[in-house]
């Protein structure tokens, strides 16, 4: 099993930044790599960006390209995303998942087996 603890949400003006951490303990050896999805009210979660942990590859979501950075610590079992140029339509609730399987789209919530407990970022106008 492994454990995602997700912190660093809270409110923003339009513009602003934020940065979110995630924070994995138990069999971390088990995932190969890590995400952020988001879900706004009345939305579905959609993937934001994910990391491959044996490469430290990465992608984003089309919607975020050039404004949020995902990254990680190995050393602290820590994932990262980095949110410049916030919008009033980044907030929602954010959540770190993991996963091992390579069989469907990084941005299909079923690939993942393990998830945090969300931390909310709201932005104002």
């Known amino acids: 099993q492994v454990q995602l603890v997700e912190s660093g949400g809270g409110s923003v003006q339009a513009g602003g930044s934020l940065r979110l951490s995630c924070a994995a303990s138990?069999?971390?050896?088990?995932?190969?790599?890590m995400a952020w999805f988001r879900q706004a009210p009345g939305k579905e979660r959609e993937g934001v960006a994910v990391?491959?942990?044996?490469?430290?590859?990465?992608l984003h979501a089309d919607s975020v390209k050039g404004r949020f950075t995902i990254s990680r610590d190995n050393s602290k079992n820590t994932i990262y995303l980095q949110m410049n140029s916030l919008k009033p339509e980044d907030a929602a609730l954010y959540y770190c998942?993991?996963?091992?399987?390579?069989?469907?789209?990084?941005?299909?919530?079923?690939?993942?087996?393990?998830w945090g407990q969300g931390t909310q970022v709201t932005v104002s106008s």
């Open positions: 990391i491959y942990l044996s490469s430290d590859g990465t």
């Open positions: 998942a993991g996963g091992f399987r390579y069989d469907r789209s990084w941005t299909d919530e079923s690939r993942y087996a393990y």
């Open positions: 138990g069999n971390t050896n088990s995932i190969n790599y």
